[in-house]
């Protein structure tokens, strides 16, 4: 079982930068694939970029590509996601999400078994 919690979510201006976190807590978090995915109002959950187990592999969407980086800390049980050159199209709901082991399909929201509640971030033009 493991717990999600995401911070750092807020307010930026386009152009600027954010960082979101993602603590975990339970057994074996080094085992676990993680996720970032957004939500926009009116629109699917869709998936931004996820570190692969194994061997820390970074995966990223055409749209965060260049800008955002997904980074883990084991020592710390957390998963980081820098947000560079913030857009408003950015602004949604970041959720952070996890699956053990080996994952076939990182960008499909079903491959993960664990969510958090989410953090809002909202790009102002």
């Known amino acids: 079982q493991v717990q999600l919690a995401e911070s750092g979510g807020g307010l930026v201006q386009a152009g600027g930068s954010l960082r979101l976190s993602c603590a975990a807590s339970?057994?074996?978090?080094?085992?676990?694939?993680m996720g970032w995915f957004r939500q926009a109002p009116g629109k699917d959950r869709e998936f931004v970029a996820a570190v692969l187990w194994p061997g820390g592999r970074t995966d990223y969407a055409y749209s965060a590509k260049g800008r955002f980086t997904i980074s883990r800390d084991n020592a710390k049980n957390t998963v980081y996601l820098q947000m560079n050159s913030a857009k408003p199209e950015d602004t949604a709901v970041y959720y952070c999400a996890a699956g053990f082991g080996y994952l076939t399909s990182v960008a499909t929201r079903n491959a993960y078994a664990y969510w958090g509640q989410g953090t809002q971030v909202t790009v102002s033009s």
């Open positions: 339970g057994r074996s978090f080094s085992s676990y694939t």
